[in-house]
């Protein structure tokens, strides 16, 4: 085989190099809330309602003036009293309204990463992340045009992750999961919107957001890692299975896929701009 691409250069700085040609999953960055604790995080994003509505609570299904079925957790260590079943919130931003008690089910059930996302309006509140096993994420610049983009080169990104044992975030912890079909290679246009797909990308790799452990959609194989709902184009020159070009729609969809997971814009100005 031929030897990789020059690197590409960064979409946030066209003018300088990437310093390496991977970006790795860092272990001090995006990690988990440790230090909050679970009835913290329901209380930072949801506040109680004094007035209850005549509605249905959307997790649990049952009227809100009816208390919740979960089981209260025992009170903090200081003293706090837990969230009782007959507590009424509503998000800060979105405004649903739900048993608190049933989003604390919900949160304690997930990644508890310190992020909640409405059940209602999926609105993402904090910064979500997910289960993605360690692996690398490579970035390489090709000339050879993509169909449908006759104007602009090629972005290849090459996503390698080993088989390993699953942690506690996964189904089966303790169990190894497989890798298959790893390297995976993916092609974005070089463009403006392609460049700032891919650091949306990025974004998205360090968040743990790209894959996850679960059961093969096409296989059926169970405890190993899939694709995680960012759709990506893995044909480069054709578009026979729906995952190549050209594909005129493609760019918007996937910007759309990954502001569903928090990730925006937003997230790649720097720290304290507006």
């Known amino acids: 085989l031929p030897p990789p691409p020059p690197l590409l250069p960064s979409a946030s700085r066209p003018n300088k190099p990437h310093s390496s040609s991977s970006v790795r999953r860092a272990k001090r960055q995006h990690r988990r809330v440790l230090t909050r604790s679970s009835e913290d995080v329901i209380r930072r994003y949801m506040e109680v309602v004094a007035e209850v509505p005549e509605e249905d609570c959307i997790i649990c299904m049952d009227q809100l003036s009816s208390p919740s079925s979960y089981e209260t957790p025992p009170s903090s260590e200081d003293g706090v009293q837990s969230v009782l079943p007959d507590t009424v919130g509503k998000f800060i931003t979105c405004g649903h309204t739900l048993h608190m008690l049933c989003m604390l089910a919900m949160y304690n059930n997930g990644t508890k990463d310190g992020s909640l996302q409405c059940p209602s309006c999926k609105t993402i509140y904090g910064e979500k992340t997910g289960t993605q096993p360690k692996g690398k994420m490579e970035i390489y610049s090709i000339a050879q045009s993509l169909p449908g983009h006759p104007d602009c080169g090629t972005i290849q990104i090459i996503y390698s992750v080993p088989p390993g044992v699953q942690g ?5 912890p303790g169990q190894l999961y497989t890798c298959r079909g790893f390297p995976r290679f993916c092609f974005l246009p070089d463009n403006d919107k392609g460049r700032k797909v891919l650091e949306l990308l990025k ?27 960012i759709h990506h184009k893995t044909e480069m020159m054709s578009n026979l299975s729906g995952h190549g070009y050209p594909d005129p729609n493609y760019l918007d969809n996937v910007l759309s896929e990954l502001a569903s997971q928090g990730v925006t814009e937003d997230c790649l100005k720097p720290p304290g701009s507006s």
């Open 168 to 172: 506690p975030e996964h189904p089966n």
């Open 203 to 229: 974004v998205a790799w360090m968040r743990r957001l790209i894959f996850t452990v679960g059961t093969s959609s096409t296989t059926g194989e169970p405890d190993t890692v899939v694709w995680n709902g």
